[in-house]
């Protein structure tokens, strides 16, 4: 089970801090990973964490970071200079497979977060 929380409305510029309590599963075994859907868009992957190794889409990078805690068994995605293009409904994820791989992209095995919404004001 993945429950996000942490979203709000924040003035262009500002921080959010995201959080994903999980439950249920190994965490070390899944690739933990946020996601976010515009309205009137296609939902975008914005980080992804597999043991060491994070990613993060181009629009995100150097602004976002995502980190997990293996005690608490949270996912967590630090949110500075936030713009207006970031709001969004931002998703948690967990997949069984490694950022990147085949079927991680193909979403195989994913399970889903209930989603919270991101608003940031110009």
């Known amino acids: 089970q993945l429950v996000e929380s942490g979203g709000g409305l924040v003035q262009s510029g500002g921080s959010l801090r995201l959080s994903c309590a999980t439950s249920?599963?190994?965490?070390?075994?899944?690739?933990l990973s946020w996601f976010r859907q515009a309205p009137g868009k296609e939902r975008e992957e914005v980080s992804c964490?597999?043991?060491?190794?994070?990613t993060y889409g181009d629009s995100v990078r150097g602004r976002f970071t995502i980190s997990v805690d293996y005690a608490e068994r949270g996912v967590h995605l630090q949110m500075n200079n936030l713009k207006p293009e970031d709001t969004a409904v931002y998703y948690c994820?967990?997949?069984?497979?490694?950022?990147?791989?085949?079927?991680?992209?193909?979403?195989?095995?994913?399970?889903w977060g209930q989603g919270t919404q991101v608003t940031v004001s110009s």
């Open positions: 994820a967990a997949d069984p497979s490694p950022c990147g791989s085949s079927w991680y992209i193909k979403g195989v095995g994913r399970s």
């Open positions: 249920g599963f190994t965490l070390s075994d899944y690739a």
């Open positions: 964490a597999y043991g060491d190794s994070t």
